[in-house]
């Protein structure tokens, strides 16, 4: 969904077969983001610096982070990105949960994301999504 979403991606959790988290170590080249602007409604994800520095946008506000620095995602925050705005390569941790189902937003794009176990990834406009009033109560 971004095409300057450019990452080396380690994913560590999937080597040791972890099922329920996701553990990587990225690495973003200067200039490059971690992922398009989005948001979890049901995961909570994290990322932890280990060299470089960045910009990371939560909601409406941008802060520069670097080496050392912690940032924590709960699960229906605000949406964010990171993007590399040093010289030299950005490395970071990235932590985040993987449930049997999730959903999200691409505010930048007007998309929503549904996640769920055993089925294919939806995504589609905001625009077309219907909520009626008092379907799928039990």
């Known amino acids: 969904l971004n ?12 080597l040791a077969g972890l099922k329920g988290l996701g ?3 990225i690495e973003l080249e200067p200039g490059s ?3 398009e602007y989005h948001k979890h409604y049901h995961e909570d994800e994290c990322t932890y610096i280990l060299s470089g520095t960045g910009r990371v946008t939560i ?6 982070v670097s080496e050392g620095d912690f940032i924590g995602y709960p699960a229906g925050g605000e949406a964010h990105t990171m993007v590399n705005m040093g010289e030299d390569v ?3 941790i990235v932590v985040g ?4 189902h999730d959903v999200g ?3 930048r794009k007007n998309l929503r994301i549904f996640r ?4 294919p990834v939806n995504v589609v406009s905001v625009d077309n999504i219907d909520e009626p009033k008092g379907v799928g109560k039990k």
């Open 3 to 14: 095409e300057n979403a450019k990452r080396i991606n380690k994913s560590l959790g999937d």
């Open 23 to 25: 553990f990587h170590i």
């Open 33 to 35: 983001e971690s992922t």
């Open 59 to 64: 909601g409406n506000k941008d802060y520069v």
């Open 90 to 92: 950005l490395k970071c």
């Open 97 to 100: 949960q993987r449930l049997q």
């Open 105 to 107: 937003d691409y505010p």
């Open 116 to 119: 769920n176990e055993g089925l």
